[in-house]
């Protein structure tokens, strides 16, 4: 079967850094992608992870490890807008669909 | 680039009935659509794949004659909800993706289905 594991909700302090960690059992392995998602809207792509070590995308940052199943998502000068939650997910082969964690809500406190 | 679009937003009707919902690529094609469902503070559910041309793939548990899924062209999906009842309410999400690897999904902005 295919699972992924992700903390179900983080509170950090505006300003502060936070990582929300994703680990995973999949098959045909391709990469692991980060999406956000505030309450009533739609999953808003974030990050993509193909192959080992840090991307970085402005105040986001992704990373991964294959050989340990894991990856993880940084958030660095936290906002209160970042206050969403965030879904890590698989994607195991061209035009097979994602395969979706439960997702982290993050709250972003003043 | 890489938008989609969905319509309606938002949708009351009456149970029994059933509700059409669109799932457009508006500046790209999509051979492949998928169609989530979402419970308040849940994470997505996948439904069933969406296939140009083709019948929809579902996933276990999810009832093909209850959610029909048309996949007529490159750039639209629909999924009608027939026959809905007030256990169907909830946030109907598509998305699309230009092909990868990675294969990157783009969003419809949502469809809130309340069944009264």
């Known amino acids: 079967g295919q699972s992924l594991e992700q903390p179900s909700e983080v509170t950090a302090v505006e300003g502060a850094i936070v990582q929300i960690n994703c680990t995973y059992q999949?098959?045909?392995?391709?990469?692991l992608s980060w999406y956000q998602q505030h309450d009533g809207g739609a999953p808003t792509f974030l990050s993509y992870?193909?192959?080992?070590g840090l991307e970085e995308t402005g105040r986001f940052s992704s990373f991964l490890s294959r050989s340990d199943s894991y990856g993880y998502l940084l958030l660095q000068e936290l906002q209160m807008k970042d206050s969403a939650s965030y879904f890590c997910?698989?994607?195991?082969?061209?035009?097979?669909?994602?395969?979706f964690g439960k997702g982290t809500r993050l709250s972003v406190i003043a | 680039g890489a938008v989609v679009s969905q319509h309606p937003s938002r949708v009351i009707c009456k149970s029994g009935t059933s509700v059409k919902i669109e799932c457009r690529s508006l500046?790209?094609?999509?051979?492949?659509m998928f169609w989530y469902r979402q419970f308040p503070k849940q994470s997505l559910m996948l439904m069933a794949t969406?296939?140009?041309?083709?019948?929809?793939?579902?996933e276990q548990g999810v009832e093909k004659d209850k959610f029909l899924i048309n996949h007529a062209s490159l750039t639209l999906s629909t999924l009608t909800v027939t026959s809905a009842h007030p256990e169907d309410s909830s946030f109907y999400i598509c998305?699309?993706?230009?092909?990868?690897?990675?294969?990157?999904?783009?969003f419809g902005p949502g469809t809130r289905l309340t069944v009264l």
């Open positions: 998305s699309a993706g230009v092909g990868g690897p990675p294969d990157t999904q783009y």
């Open positions: 999949t098959s045909g392995f391709y990469g």
């Open positions: 992870n193909g192959l080992d």
């Open positions: 997910a698989v994607e195991n082969s061209g035009n097979t669909p994602l395969v």
């Open positions: 500046d790209f094609q999509a051979t492949t």
């Open positions: 969406s296939n140009e041309g083709s019948k929809a793939t579902y």
